[in-house]
Structure formats: C-alpha cells, structure tokens
C-alpha cells in the first residue's frame, strides 16, 4: 500500500473517531486533542497497518491505547497534584502540618512568574480554556505550563 493511499484510507475513516473519542473523555477539547493524537500517531507507525484489515478497528485500538496511557499517567499526576491543592487549601493546625503548608506555599511562590499564574488559577478549580482565555494565551501554552509548574513543585517538595 502506498503512502498516499494510506493517507486517504485514514483521513476518510479520522470522522469515525470523534464520537468514540467524545465518549471516552466526556469532553470536546480532550476529543479534539485525542483525535488528533491519534492520527499523529496513525501517521507515524503507518508501516504497522497490515493492508487488507479493518482500519477503523486500528484507529479505534490506537485512540483507546492512547487514552488508557494517558489516564494512567494522568492518575499519577493528579494524586500528586491533590495532594498539593488538599494541603494547600486546607489548613493542617499541627505543627508539622503548618511545616508542609509553608513548604508548599513557599515552592509554588518561587515558581517563576510564567508557570506561577497559570497554576494558582490551575489550583483554584479553573479549566484550562479559561486560564487561556484570562491569560491571553493559547490553549497549548497554558498546558505546558501547568505541566512543568507541576514537575518543578514534585521535584521542590520531594526534596
């Protein structure tokens, strides 16, 4: 199979993923950006297709595998991330509760000014559309932002 029929064959059957894709993350955004992850990565292992099968099956295993890995790396983030907002928005009166709030504080403080207003709103409860919106920035940027404020306060406070 050539490389230009392969690449009809998935951009007439990518209109078949957004519904799947809306029904794993009950979110537009989060489907819109599935979608195209998964034709990124379609694109990219093309060799793989075996000619001949079924290519929305492929499309389908490839968009789940990649909502499933991100779920599970999301899960980790996020255990790490409320256990941030738990101790940072709720008070802890021990000592070594104040000890670890000041701790928190004082990282999320030192964050450059960049990745400092995107994750206050973050940890606020706001959505990343509207951290963009209020920031003046695109969506993309918000995120990266928010995901390396979040690997420097895991490298602050594990220390």
Same mark, same amino acid.
């Given at each position: 199979?050539g490389?230009?029929e392969?690449?009809?064959l998935?951009?007439?059957n990518a209109?078949?993923l957004r519904?799947?894709?809306?029904?794993?993350t009950?979110?537009?955004?989060?489907?819109?950006?599935?979608?195209?992850e998964?034709? &990124? #990565?379609?694109f990219a292992?093309?060799?793989?297709?075996?000619?001949?099968? =079924?290519?929305? /099956?492929w499309?389908h295993?490839?968009?789940r595998?990649?909502?499933?890995n991100?779920?599970?790396?999301?899960?980790?983030k996020?255990?790490i991330?409320?256990a941030?907002k738990?101790?940072?928005?709720?008070?802890?009166?021990?000592?070594?509760g104040r000890l670890?709030?000041?701790?928190i504080?004082?990282a999320?403080h030192?964050?450059?000014?960049? &990745? #400092?207003n995107a994750?206050?709103l973050?940890?606020e409860?706001y959505?990343? =559309?509207?951290? /963009?919106?209020?920031?003046?920035e695109?969506?993309g940027?918000?995120?990266?932002?928010?995901?390396?404020?979040?690997?420097l306060?895991?490298?602050?406070?594990?220390r």
């Amino acid at each position: 199979m050539g490389i230009q029929e392969f690449n009809n064959l998935v951009i007439n059957n990518a209109e078949s993923l957004r519904p799947f894709a809306i029904n794993l993350t009950r979110d537009y955004e989060n489907a819109r950006d599935l979608c195209q992850e998964t034709l &990124f #990565k379609a694109f990219a292992y093309r060799e793989k297709y075996q000619p001949g099968t =079924n290519i929305r /099956a492929w499309l389908h295993t490839i968009m789940r595998n990649i909502f499933i890995n991100e779920y599970r790396r999301n899960g980790r983030k996020m255990l790490i991330m409320e256990a941030i907002k738990y101790t940072y928005v709720q008070p802890d009166n021990s000592s070594e509760g104040r000890l670890r709030n000041k701790e928190i504080t004082e990282a999320i403080h030192q964050l450059p000014s960049i &990745f #400092k207003n995107a994750s206050l709103l973050y940890l606020e409860g706001y959505k990343y =559309n509207e951290i /963009a919106t209020a920031l003046n920035e695109p969506l993309g940027t918000i995120k990266s932002r928010i995901h390396f404020a979040k690997k420097l306060l895991q490298k602050q406070i594990t220390r």
